[in-house]
C-alpha cells in the first residue's frame, strides 16, 4: 500500500533505495535537500510534485527511471491508467502497465494519481455504441473494477475528464452525454464515492486555469457535486502558451477552496513557438516559477504534476504545429531555466549557490546603508520617522475582477506614499457582503468591517511601489457587489 502524502513526508529521509525488481532493474537513489531537487522542496512544504510517466521509458531507460524517482514524489500514469489501455474489449481488463508503474511508486515511496476513470477521448469503440443501461452498467463495471485494483495504491483519481465544452460553457457534446444525459457527472462520482470512500476524488479539465465561462461552468458543478459530498478536488489541467498563465488564476483557484475543494494543477506544460531562443525560455521560467508560486501559497492545493519529463516527450509538438520545448529537461535530462524556475516556486534554491553579501567591504552586511546612523529609520532624512506623513503614508484601493451569481473575486492595491515596512488597510462593507477566504492579506477579516494587514512579504514597500491583495466574498445571490471606500495606514 502507498504512504499517504502525510505520512510519506514524515518518512523521507536522506538516501532512498530504489529497488525496480518489477521492472527488471536495481539502482539507489541520493535523495538531495530541499534545496536542490524538486521532490526536496514539495516534500519541504507537504506538497505533491508529480510527472506524468511515460510505461515504455519506465522499463527500458535508466536515466529516466532515475530522474523520475529524485526529482518527483507522485506519478500519474500518462496513458496507462485510460480506459482504452485498461479494458480494450468488454470484460477484459489488462493492468500490466498500470501495475509497473504502481510498483515503481511504490518502492520509490512516491504517491499514484489515477487518470482517468470517464472520459470521451481514448475510449474503446465499443463502449462508444453503448447507451442508456448498457453504458451505465459498463461505466459502473469499469469504475468498481479499477478502483477495486488500485484500493490503497492510488491515492486519488480523476473520476470525470474535461467534460466542459470549449466554446460556450455547456457540458461537452460526448458519447457520454448523449448516452445517459447530464447526469452522469453525478452517476460516476457516485460510483467512485462507493466503490473507494477513503481515496480523493477530482473532476479535471483545460483551459479553466483562469476565470472564464468554462471554469465557471467547471465551478457550477464542482459546487453541485461537493453540496452532495460526491468531490474532493479539481484538476487544472494548465496546459499553458508561453507569456499566458492567467493573471487571475490564483483567484479562480481560491473560489474552488472556498467550496471546500482541494486543487491540483494536473497536467502542467508551457509550449512555445520553435525555435525557442534565450528569451523565450527565460520567460517560460518565469511562467514556471509563478505556477508553482500559486500552489505554495494555495494551502488547499495539493501539488503541480509536469505532463512528461523531456521536451521530446511531450505530446506538443504531435498537436500544436510548430511548438514545442514545454518541460523542465532537454532531450539529454540537463535542466532548462524553468527547472531552477519551478523549483525557486516551491521554495528549493535551483542554480543560487546561497546567499551572498552584495558588499564585501560592508562591516555590517545586514544594513542596508551602512552610511546610515540609524539603519531602523526608513527615510533617514525626515526628522520624525513615526509620523507618518500626509494621507497616512500609504492608499488603497479595491476592484472587483470577477463577479458570479453568489460571489465575487477582488483585488486590493496598496502604493506607499512614502518607505514602509508595513501596512493596514480597513473598511466597511455597505451590505451583506462577507470575505470567504483571502490572499496577501492577514487580519479580522470575517465581519462587517475589515482591518488587515500585510503578509509580511509585502509588507516592506518603497515610496510610489505598489503591491497587491486578494480575496473572494459571498453577496446575496445577484446582488451587485460593491466597492468600498478604503482606508491605508502605514507602520
Not at 145 to 163: A, I, K, Q
Not at 279 to 297: F, H, P, S, T, W
Not at 423 to 442: F, H, K, L, Q, Y
Not at 477 to 491: E, K, W
Amino acid at each position: 500500500m502507498l504512504l499517504t502524502r502525510k505520512r510519506r513526508r514524515a518518512l523521507i529521509a536522506g538516501v532512498a533505495t530504489v529497488a525496480t525488481a518489477a521492472l527488471g532493474i536495481a539502482l539507489s537513489t541520493q535523495l538531495a535537500s530541499a534545496q536542490t531537487t524538486l521532490r526536496g522542496a514539495a516534500d519541504a512544504i507537504g506538497k505533491d510534485v508529480g510527472v506524468a510517466v511515460n510505461y515504455n521509458l519506465l522499463q527500458n531507460d535508466a536515466t529516466y527511471r532515475n530522474t523520475v524517482a529524485t526529482e518527483f514524489n507522485s506519478l500519474t500514469a500518462e496513458n496507462s491508467m485510460k480506459m482504452e489501455v485498461l479494458q480494450p474489449s468488454q470484460g477484459n481488463f489488462n493492468f500490466s502497465q498500470g501495475d509497473a508503474i504502481v510498483d515503481f511508486a511504490k518502492q520509490n515511496n512516491q504517491s499514484v494519481h489515477g487518470h482517468t476513470l470517464v472520459w470521451h477521448s481514448q475510449a474503446p469503440g465499443w463502449i462508444q455504441g453503448l447507451s442508456g443501461t448498457a453504458l451505465e452498467n459498463a461505466m459502473a463495471d469499469h469504475i468498481n473494477t479499477v478502483m477495486d485494483h488500485y484500493r490503497g495504491d492510488v491515492e486519488s483519481w480523476d473520476v470525470v475528464n474535461e467534460v466542459v465544452s470549449d466554446n460556450n460553457g455547456q457540458l461537452r457534446d460526448s458519447f457520454w452525454l448523449n448516452g445517459l444525459g447530464e447526469g452522469y457527472i453525478t452517476t460516476a462520482f457516485e460510483l467512485a464515492r462507493a466503490a473507494d470512500p477513503t481515496v480523493d476524488l477530482y473532476m479535471n479539465d483545460y483551459s479553466i486555469d483562469g476565470i472564464n465561462a468554462k471554469s465557471d461552468k467547471t465551478y457550477e458543478i464542482a459546487q453541485g457535486l461537493a453540496a452532495q459530498n460526491l468531490i474532493d478536488g479539481v484538476g487544472f489541467q494548465a496546459h499553458l502558451i508561453l507569456g499566458q498563465v492567467p493573471s487571475n488564476m490564483e483567484a479562480n483557484l481560491q473560489r474552488f477552496t472556498a467550496l471546500g475543494l482541494k486543487v491540483r494543477v494536473t497536467e502542467l506544460d508551457i509550449r512555445i513557438q520553435m525555435p525557442a531562443d534565450a528569451n523565450e525560455l527565460q520567460q517560460q521560467a518565469n511562467d514556471y516559477r509563478r505556477v508553482a508560486e500559486i500552489c505554495a501559497g494555495i494551502a488547499d492545493c495539493s501539488g503541480v504534476t509536469i505532463w512528461g519529463l523531456r521536451d521530446g516527450d511531450s505530446w506538443v509538438p504531435d498537436v500544436f504545429q510548430g511548438e514545442g520545448a514545454p518541460l523542465l529537461f532537454n532531450d539529454d535530462y540537463s535542466k532548462k531555466p524553468a527547472y531552477d524556475a519551478f523549483l525557486e516556486g516551491l521554495g528549493g534554491d535551483g542554480s543560487d549557490p546561497g546567499p551572498t553579501d552584495p558588499d564585501p567591504t560592508d562591516p555590517d552586511p545586514t544594513d542596508p546603508d551602512p552610511t546610515d546612523p540609524d539603519p531602523t529609520d526608513p527615510d533617514p532624512t525626515d526628522p520624525d520617522p513615526t509620523d507618518p506623513g500626509p494621507g497616512n503614508g500609504c492608499t488603497a484601493t479595491l476592484s472587483v475582477q470577477s463577479p458570479w451569481n453568489t460571489g465575487a473575486t477582488y483585488e486590493g492595491t496598496v502604493t506607499a506614499g512614502q518607505n514602509l515596512t508595513g501596512w493596514t488597510v480597513t473598511w466597511t462593507w455597505p451590505g451583506s457582503e462577507r470575505i470567504s477566504n483571502a490572499w496577501s492579506i492577514s487580519g479580522t477579516l470575517d465581519g462587517a468591517t475589515v482591518t488587515a494587514s500585510d503578509a509580511g512579504y509585502n509588507g516592506t514597500l518603497s515610496s510610489g511601489q505598489s503591491t497587491t491583495f486578494g480575496f473572494n466574498i459571498t453577496k446575496p445571490d445577484g446582488a451587485t457587489a460593491s466597492v468600498p471606500t478604503v482606508t491605508c495606514t502605514a507602520r
